[in-house]
């Protein structure tokens, strides 16, 4: 049991460090390429593309339907699973797709452009295509082969990045972006075919078998966590962009859609992966509960040490990044980064409250948390666009954070014995005394005369660096105890 364990261990860290590395890499690779989309590519574009990507996501329905998180659940990793898993998942893609076709029928009848139709069938497509192969996926996943999985993407998103920007310099405009998708997902898919072919070469070897039995099991347990999923990703997570978009303008949106995507650095870089692995390790320990707890220990100490730095950057250096990333066309997004990055600090805590529910089959729990964002954001959000424009939107996210943070912070300290004392107290001081020491050199005179990439050394220097120098000061032994655990887990040390 205890060689059992330390394998799982070896495998979660070693997973969490390379699509920590893979992830960076990516984004890296991204962040550059989306900069100089943004400078082909106008404001207009981005907000078509965004209001799209809204009811492609409001109308795919296999998310909804949580097989991904059912099928990793499901003990043994056999014929009748994927056969099951497949059959469904294709039936609710096709479903999808016509959904996706008579919303572009309707959606120029609502009095959206008609290239909102174009994008809403393209990446309905996109979205899609990914179940002929889905099924190895599942299985890589479930063997926790996700950093090869995660260095398949990275290439494809490379390729697929450096077509677009070659097709936004030839004049294609929201095209480029739609190829982009469609090229990202194909070849997505190859590299899932031809990793779990080197793999899990035993898994086309077996007598794939759709049961009625496995499928209703399967959507019993998926179900739930899908909805709220769904709740997660479509309404939470991208209401804001219909608000603006439908009651304001897409020129709007898709100022605001630049800021989200900046504000969101800290989620991307590190939530996405320690929620991916979380997930995966908080269900293969979930009878434990001191290694339960341990798990989400380090995924909350990886957050607060990693993410909020980011997060503070974002925050203090918001002119300054949109001005050297974007150019002065883009000026007015540096007024929604500032806020969004605050948000940034508490999201990661809700992705990781919602993995542990589910990994432990608190469903009820996943769907409680996304059920509360989703009634706060419907409500507050609307409302204070309606009287505020995009400012209310933005205002109403943030409200809707926080209400969710509290429902997440509030089941895991009650779940795990945890206190958010220790949790939160050192990275709380950290960041009160690196934003007045910011603050402090951002009011000495002769700032505005220094250029932006030289006040945004500074900032990253005062902000992250004194966060980081903070914590190390307020909790040294637990910092580098924590570090050289990783580090000995990484290599594989059976010690400690």
């Not at 059920?371 to 996210?397: C, D, E, K, S």
Request: charged letters at 10%.
């Amino acid at each position: 049991m205890t060689s059992d364990h330390s394998s799982i261990g070896r495998l979660a860290v070693r997973n969490t460090v390379w699509l920590t590395l893979f992830s960076y890499t990516g984004q890296f690779i991204a962040f550059g390429a989306t900069i100089i989309l943004t400078r082909l590519l106008g404001p207009e574009v981005f907000g078509i593309f965004a209001i799209g990507m809204f009811w492609t996501g409001l109308l795919a329905l296999r998310a909804k339907f949580g097989l991904t998180q059912a099928g990793i659940r499901q003990p043994e990793l056999n014929g009748e699973l994927l056969g099951s898993y497949y059959g469904l998942d294709l039936a609710i893609s096709g479903t999808s797709l016509v959904l996706g076709v008579l919303a572009a029928i309707l959606l120029p009848q609502l009095g959206y452009a008609p290239q909102v139709s174009s994008v809403v069938v393209v990446m309905m497509i996109a979205e899609v295509l990914p179940a002929l192969v889905n099924p190895l996926g599942l299985a890589l996943e479930k063997e926790l082969q996700l950093s090869r999985l995660t260095l398949t993407y990275l290439l494809s998103t490379t390729i697929s990045y450096g077509l677009a920007i070659i097709l936004a310099l030839a004049g294609a405009g929201l095209w480029s972006l739609l190829v982009m998708n469609l090229v990202n997902v194909i070849l997505g898919m190859t590299g899932t075919y031809l990793i779990c072919r080197w793999r899990l070469p035993h898994v086309f070897h077996l007598r794939w078998q759709f049961k009625r039995t496995m499928a209703q099991h399967l959507i019993k347990q998926g179900l739930p966590s899908g909805l709220a999923n769904m709740g997660a990703a479509n309404i939470v997570s991208q209401y804001d962009n219909f608000l603006i978009g439908t009651l304001v303008s897409t020129t709007t949106l898709g100022y605001y859609d630049r800021a989200f995507r900046l504000s969101q650095w800290p989620n991307i870089l590190l939530t996405q992966v320690l929620s991916r692995v979380g997930f995966v390790t908080f269900a293969r320990v979930q009878g434990d509960l001191s290694r339960l707890t341990h798990a989400m220990r380090l995924s909350l100490w990886s957050l607060t040490t990693l993410g909020v730095p980011i997060a503070l950057v974002l925050f203090f250096g918001a002119a300054e990044i949109v001005a050297i990333l974007y150019g002065p066309a883009w000026v007015v997004s540096s007024f929604f980064v500032r806020f969004l990055a605050v948000y940034t600090l508490f999201t990661p805590l809700i992705s990781l409250a919602g993995s542990l529910a589910y990994a432990v089959g608190n469903v009820r729990m996943t769907v409680w948390i996304t059920a509360v964002q989703v009634i706060t954001i419907l409500i507050v959000a609307t409302l204070l666009t309606l009287v505020f424009g995009a400012v209310g939107t933005m205002f109403g996210v943030g409200i809707t954070v926080m209400v969710g943070f509290a429902v997440s912070a509030l089941y895991i300290f009650r779940r795990l014995p945890l206190s958010a004392r220790s949790v939160f107290g050192a990275p709380l001081i950290a960041i009160i005394i690196a934003s007045l020491l910011t603050l402090f050199v951002m009011s000495r005179p002769g700032w505005n005369d220094l250029t932006a990439l030289v006040r945004l050394i500074i900032i990253g220097g005062t902000a992250a660096g004194g966060y980081l120098i903070s914590l190390l000061g307020l909790q040294p032994g637990e910092t580098i105890e924590r570090v050289r655990y990783l580090v000995r887990t990484f290599r594989g040390s059976k010690s400690g």
